[in-house]
Structures are given as C-alpha cells and as structure tokens.
C-alpha cells in the first residue's frame, strides 16, 4: 500500500495517508468515468482534503467539523467517494451519509454509493466488501440489529448508515447507536447539501434545537465528536453560524470542478448569448392558464437542440419548467404543455400535412432566432425537421416534479426526452445531466436568498459538449440578479482559497452586496450584519484614550506620512486659499495601515475586513491632512463615554453665500474616487467638577472617509 506522509517539523502534522485497495478500486472507476485528467484531479483534491482532515482530528483546540464546498452540479460525489475509499483504508469502519430530504434524493445517494463500491444487494461474511443500510423503503435501516453491526466489524466490512435527513429516520441511527459497542468504530459523518434542514432554527439557539439539529448533535455525541463534513454549493449560511451552532466548521476546503464543467463563467453575464429575455406578463399568464409565446418558443428550442444533440450521438435530454412554487400552478402548466406538445405529435401520427407545414415553419423561425450562425451553417433544418418527427416528437414525455406527479415519475429514467414541470424539487440536490433548455421565471419578491436562489440553478453542470446549444429563457431582473450571484460566488471562492491557504480565517468572510437585494441566507439559521458605506462620509465616532495605544496608532501614520510628498489643496474653500495637504497613497500602504490600527477601524462605524476590500477594489487614494491652526492639533470635545461631538468642522457661516470655506465635508480631492481624510485632534473632556480640561496627551490622529458610492457588505454577526 502506498502511504503519502505530511512532515512539516509538527508532530501532529506528520500523519500517513495509505493509499489501499479502496481507493484502488474507485480511483480505477474514476479514470474509466473521467479519463486520467480528471480522476487525477480529484485524487490529488481528496488527498490533500483528507490529510487536514486527519490534522484537524489530531489538533488541539479545534473542533471536528469541515465545510466541503464545491460548485452546482459539478460532481461533488465522486469526491466524497474517493475520500470514503481513503477513510476506509485509513482505518474509518463507519460512515453516516445524510442522502438527502426526500426518498429521491435518498435512493439517488444509495444506488450512487452501492454501484461505485460495487455493493450488491445481498452481502454475507465471505470478502471485505463494505454493507450498505438505509432508511429508504426497504426498510434495511429498521431491521439491522446490534450482533449485525458488531460481527461486520468483527470481519472487518466497512459499513454504511444512509439516513434521510429527516429526524424520524436519522433517530433510527441515534437508537442504534446507542445500543451497539462504540469502542471498535471509528466514524465519520457526511452531511450531504449540509446547509439545508441540518442547521438550528429555534430563535434562542442557545436553549432550544430545532428536531433534525438536534438529531444531529445527538449523532455526534454517541459518536464522541467524529469528523463531520458538511457539503455543499451554496455555504452562506453554514459560514455565518453562530458560536453555539455544534456545525460551525472550522475549516473550509474547496472541491474544485472537473474538466467541462459549465457554471456561472459560461452561462453569465447579463447580456449571454445563453440568455433569452421572457416578459414579466409572461409569468402572469400562465398563473392565468394561457401558455405563454415565450414558454412556446423554449419547448420549440429544446426539441431543436435534441434534435442537434440526436446528430451529435446523444440520444436523450432534458427541459425544465421552473415557474411557480404551488403544485396547483405546476398542474395548470403541465395540462397546456401537454396540449401543445400532443398536438405536434397528432400532426405527425395522423400525417396533417396542412398541420405540420404551419408547425413547421413555427420551428424554422425558432431555429432562425435561438442558434447562431455556427449551429445553423452546421444543420441544415430539413435534417433537423425530419429528426424532430420520426425520432424526438414521439418520444417526448412530460413529467411532474412534485407530490402530486408520481403517476408521471414512473419510468422516469427509461424516458428519452423529457420536459420537467416543477418547483422546489428541481432546485435543489437532482442532478439533469442532459439539461439543454430552462425555461425559469420563480423570483422571490424581495429576492430572496442567495443560496436558495443559486440552488435553483440547475443549468449548471458538464454540458461542454453541447453548451453551444443551451439556453435559460427567464425574465430581465432574474437573469441580473444571478449575474450579481455569479461575480457574489466567484469573490467567496477567492476568499475561500486564503482561507485554504492560511491568510484568512473563517470569521473574516465577507460578502459584497452593493449590487443586489438578495440576502446571503436565512435569518433563522445565521446570524450576519451588514455593513453599508453609502454616498459621502463616514467618520470615526471613538476615540482611543489609551497612551501606549495612542502612541503607537500615531507612530504608524507619521511614518505614513513621512514616505510621501504632500501638496496644497483648496478644495471646500471659495477664495482659492489652502485647506489641506494631500498626497495619493497606494493601496497597499492604506491596506496595511488600517490593519494594523485595529483598535479604531474595528470600532463602528468602520469595519476593518470591508474597509480594506472596499479600498483594495478601488484605485489609488487620495489621503488628506487636515490643516489646523498650528500644527499642533485641532481641539474637540468628547463625551464621558469617548465618542467625539463631531469630527469634521462645518462651514465658516451658515449663509452659503457668505462662506468663505464651505466645511471640511467639501474637502475632496477626487469626487469620484475615495478620499480618506486625517485629522490631527487634541481631545476636550469634563471632569468630574464640570471643568472642561484640554488632553494634550491623549493627541490622536482620526479619521473620516469619502465614499462616492454605496458599498454594502454581509459579515458574519
């Protein structure tokens, strides 16, 4: 067995990784299924995600829990496959995987995990053969007992605990746990999508649990504290939990897509070629029973592209219909979809020649309108046509992706072309692997939440082969506000990765908001705040009556200072006289300082992590002196509890007419840029007989900050 060792001088940190007959076996799989390219990729991600790991358990003062976190459909278990392989040769006898909220999704993990372990349905003693139980129909969850569970680890077989998220099964787990012998397990848990249902939504999160939170936690107890990966696309909610949340993770590592993978890079921007704008009233009318033109021409794009894909040698595909919450809405389109469809496939049965040259010439506009020149100079659309009639038409199947639509679910994987009719179970977890066209106009009217939005997303996946067929027909302010979630999702990932690499921490996330109404996550599961820089000032409100503190806040901006050439401005003045010096600083310097200053920039109303990216995101600053009377400092008055009465001096007279100098707040460099004001203050305070005394000691340096924009941001709270 080959074994990879970390060996950097800590104890802890020189940790084996063997690389066994597990991992033999589904790595073999993955070069099969993704060529050595991509099975190399997840080999080297998962090695490297399991190793800190097994530091993580080793290390002091952590706890045990990790945030996997991938992209939408972009194949995040086929590496928790590979690092169940890894456990399994390292020693890990049991693994719980949370399959999901819905028997679907349950039997989707199940058959995934027993056919790339090649786990058949009956299993005895006789090879090292990992056991498969879940709480799906079956049943097996229910009948295991305790001398199962102790003779398969007496042999040596791994096991599988395949729990639907849903506290009745995962409480099933929990009784069995309690029972068996827990000295020869050595466990870990896989929370699969692990920002949904797992979390706490009691308001008093301190003294209450909500029962699939509590199911959890009781799971992890029996388990003494296991290594707990919490999975998922969209980790808002999992990054802002709060310090008593028993899954706050403590460390985050990436599952990077593989090859051919087509996310937010290929699908947005706003104005994509991918993009085809719908009208607001569209979604009107079908809330109203009247199949709408554009819903029309999405089902006449997605039978062309299948009809392309058919000539390309892929003979299956998929749409989806992604428009209203309510089952009810879900059966009114599903009824007129089906007349518009079955009305082709009449005109073709019963050859309406009349019929078909009108449905003809409907599908060549269609073709003329939805594929570029390429596609078009490619296929000639009489091939296309007869395509569509002898082989696509006839087999398109509709399906009702909700409570009510089981009659439609039969078979669902034997059908070839089909047209999904749905709402909360298309957005979350099902993976349409040969999605060509969606047709999506459900927006929350406040906007929602970025992570429930992102979710929904089901375009997303490896679709490189025919990427240049597909299309999403949605409404302007939807196919906007997914552009802002894919610039949203690619800043987190470039945190993520300084996290990774050890330049930030976990606390330090933030969330850049300025452009969308979107909020990051539920407010029942998260706690964050947010910081907002709107237009004009914001000004230091504190000041810092602690002398060493002082000292050393001023020694860093004098030796600002010290490094730059100031010159005159007389900005905020009519009579052209000077009101302040300036000089334009790099960002990097301006970074560091305020890094270092945090006794100030981590009071309100600053924040110091946005403050910095707000900085950082923009250009060269201009940074003004503030000019005093003799360079001494200017004089303010403090309240007793340190705030300052007011930073910035106003106007010279309050008739405009008059003024001389129109205030500090006029004293900017650059109005379309930010300007970072320095202003040099001796304090004034009250003692305690009422007398007013001047700290000469307790000079400072303070600051004000010109924002020309609003800049919104969401940290964690």
């Known amino acids: 067995m080959e074994q990879y060792i970390i060996n950097s001088g800590n104890e802890v940190d020189s940790i084996a990784v063997v690389h066994g007959k597990y991992y033999d076996k ?26 800190e790991a097994l530091i993580q358990l080793n290390a002091p003062n952590k706890n045990n829990n990790m945030l996997l976190v991938g992209k939408v459909q972009s194949g995040k278990t086929s590496n928790l496959e590979l690092f169940t392989a890894l456990a399994f040769d390292n020693g890990f006898n049991l693994v719980i995987i949370y399959g999901g909220y819905d028997s679907t999704l349950l039997s989707q993990t199940t058959n995934r995990f027993k056919k790339t372990f090649d786990i058949p349905n009956d299993t005895d003693y006789s090879d090292d053969t990992p056991v498969v139980f879940s709480s799906d129909d079956s049943a097996q969850l229910l009948t295991v007992d305790d001398e199962i569970i102790e003779d398969l680890l007496d042999a040596d077989k791994p096991i599988f605990l395949i729990s639907m998220k849903r506290p009745a099964a995962m409480n099933k787990v929990n ?104 009208d607001d009233e569209d979604q009107q009318d079908l809330s109203n029973g009247v199949l709408a033109d554009s819903l029309k021409n999405a089902i006449r794009h997605y039978i062309i592209a299948s009809a392309i894909m058919f000539k390309r040698g892929r003979k299956s595909s998929e749409m989806i219909i992604h428009s209203h919450r309510n089952v009810s809405n879900h059966s009114t389109i599903y009824r007129m979809v089906d007349v518009f469809v079955q009305s082709f496939k009449d005109q073709v049965e019963f050859n309406d020649t009349e019929g078909l040259e009108i449905t003809k010439s409907e599908y060549a506009l269609a073709y003329s309108v939805y ?126 990765y300084s996290i990774q690499s050890g330049e930030m921490q976990i606390d330090e996330i933030l969330i850049r908001a300025d452009n969308t109404k979107q909020k990051p996550t539920r407010k029942n599961v998260a706690t964050y705040n947010t910081v907002a820089f709107r237009n004009k000032w914001i000004k230091q409100r504190v000041g810092i009556f602690d002398k060493n503190q002082i000292v050393a ?35 990097k310097a301006l970074s560091a300082l305020i890094d270092h200053m945090q006794t100030i920039f981590d009071l309100e109303p600053f924040e110091r992590r946005p403050l910095i990216d707000l900085i950082e995101s923009s250009g060269d600053i201009p940074v003004i002196l503030m000019n005093d009377v003799d360079g001494s400092g200017r004089k303010r008055s403090f309240y007793p509890n340190n705030k300052i009465y007011a930073l910035q001096q106003g106007a010279d007279n309050k008739d405009k007419d008059k003024a001389v100098f129109l205030g500090d707040s006029h004293v900017v460099v650059d109005a379309n840029q930010i300007n970072i004001q320095i202003h040099k203050i001796i304090p004034k305070k009250k003692d305690s007989s009422g007398n007013v005394a001047i700290l000469t000691d307790y000079t400072q340096y303070m600051f004000a900050i010109y924002v020309p924009k609003e800049k919104k941001y969401y940290v964690k709270g």
């Open 553 to 587: 806040n001023n020694a860093l901006v004098e030796d600002l200072l010290s490094k730059v050439t100031l010159q005159n401005t007389s900005a905020g003045r009519v009579d052209g006289g000077t009101t302040a010096q300036y000089s334009i600083i790099s960002r």
């Open 26 to 51: 589904i790595h073999e799989k993955h070069v099969s299924a993704y060529g050595e390219f991509g099975a190399a990729n997840i080999r080297d991600n998962i090695t490297s995600t399991f190793r």
């Open 175 to 278: 009784d069995l746990l309690a029972r068996i012998d827990k000295s020869k397990l050595k466990a870990f848990i896989i929370d699969d999508e692990g920002d949904q249902a797992s979390l706490n939504t009691k308001k008093n999160k301190v003294l209450d649990a909500s029962a699939t939170y509590a199911s959890i936690v009781s799971m992890k107890d029996h388990l003494s504290d296991p290594l707990y990966l919490s999975v998922t696309a969209t980790p808002q909610a999992l990054i802002f939990l709060d310090e008593y949340s028993r899954l706050r993770p403590d460390s985050i590592r990436l599952i990077e897509p593989g090859k051919g993978y087509c996310g937010v890079d290929a699908y947005h921007l706003y104005d994509s070629g991918m993009i085809e704008l719908i």
């Open 371 to 496: 594929f570029d020149t390429a596609v078009q100079q490619s296929y000639d659309f009489d091939s296309l046509w007869n395509i569509i009639c002898n082989k696509i038409i006839c087999r398109v199947y509709l399906i009702l992706k909700n409570s009510a639509g089981q009659v439609t679910q039969a078979n669902e994987n034997l059908r070839k072309y089909k047209i999904y009719i749905g709402g909360d179970l298309l957005q979350r977890g099902i993976t349409f692997p040969g999605l060509v066209t969606t047709y999506f106009s459900r927006w929350a009217k406040d906007s929602g939440n970025m992570d429930t939005n992102l979710q929904r997303a089901r375009w997303f996946g490896y679709r490189e082969k025919w990427i240049d067929l597909c299309k999403i027909f949605t409404s302007e302010t939807i196919a906007r506000e997914f552009t802002n979630l894919s610039e949203i999702e690619t800043d987190l990932w470039e945190q993520f």
